[in-house]
């Protein structure tokens, strides 16, 4: 009959090539024995801890690879100014719009909705398309999206934060929303083609994770000042400041991206994890 793993014991003990009270076990038959509990446990549990062993050694070899990467930490630099400047509106423009001007207050809610509903999806869309046609000229090309779209927001936002009048700052708005909130999708093609095909999910990773840690630093350093103004309507200083400076910034940061870096990941991609 069969052999099951009950009779292991006993049938791994007979060699098959001698003689014993009972039948010998071929090699054939050796090869079929089942695994007994006790053993298949420990290989898994051998099995884990190397499996757990690699992929620690792993992990901080590819987070070297790719910061290293010729132009990736400047691409990192210039989103988390990025960010800086999004969360900066994000958090802090309403409460602006509502010392600024304290009887449009519906006016805003509306207008904003609208301008970022609009806008923002209009530019977000655009900035891709445009970005797509740039790489034709190199794959660092479309990153012309975003230092134009930030240049111009960057003014686009002062007028929002210094002008005296509710539609020329709403007007502003507009502007912004249309030609900042193209820059993430070039951006993000940027930094997958910056490193080597098989370090593309390490590499936007870590982009997520800094420059979102990063940007949450304004919203933190904006409620300090905003708690110590007498007037609120000053924050309108800090904010030209957070806003329109990081967008320049930025700018600054993605034409040196385009100056230096060496796009690699069209052409990489095998050999970069060994």
């Known amino acids: 009959g069969p052999v099951v793993a009950s009779d292991w014991h006993e ?27 006790a053993a298949e446990a420990a290989r898994d549990g051998s099995c884990r801890r190397r499996f757990a062993s690699a992929a620690a050694a792993l992990v901080p070899r590819r987070v070297a690879r790719v910061c290293a990467t ?4 400047l691409t990192v630099i210039a989103a988390t100014a990025r960010f800086l400047a999004g969360l900066s509106i994000a958090f802090f423009l309403a409460k602006f719009m509502a010392a600024q001007f304290p009887t449009r207050a519906d006016d805003f809610s509306i ?8 806008c923002g999806t209009t530019s977000a869309l655009g900035g891709g398309a445009v970005g797509d046609a740039l790489s034709r000229f190199g794959p ?5 999206v975003p230092i134009v779209g930030g240049l111009v927001a960057a003014g686009a936002m002062a007028v929002t934060f210094l002008s005296p009048s509710f539609e020329a700052s709403m007007g502003g708005l507009a502007v912004a929303y249309l030609f900042a909130e193209a820059w993430f999708g070039p951006t993000l093609a940027a930094v997958q083609t910056l490193v080597p095909l098989d370090h593309i999910g390490t ?10 840690a990063g940007g949450s630093v304004a919203p ?3 409620g300090a000042v905003w708690d110590s103004l007498d007037d609120k309507r000053d924050i309108r200083f800090a904010l030209v400041a ?10 600054a940061a993605f034409a040196l991206v385009i ?7 069209s052409d990489a991609g095998s050999s970069a994890g060994r």
């Open 259 to 265: 100056a230096r870096a060496k796009p690699v990941g």
């Open 140 to 144: 660092m090309a479309q990153l012309w």
């Open 111 to 118: 207008g904003n909705a609208v301008i970022v509903a609009a």
């Open 220 to 222: 933190a350093v904006l």
């Open 242 to 251: 957070a806003v329109s400076g990081c967008y320049v910034i930025a700018s």
């Open 203 to 212: 590499a936007t990773a870590l982009f997520v994770a800094i420059t979102t």
């Open 70 to 73: 010729p132009g990736f930490v």
């Open 11 to 37: 049938v791994a003990s007979r060699r098959p090539d001698r003689s014993h009270d009972g039948p010998a076990v071929s090699p054939e038959q050796c090869s079929l024995l089942p695994v007994p509990p």
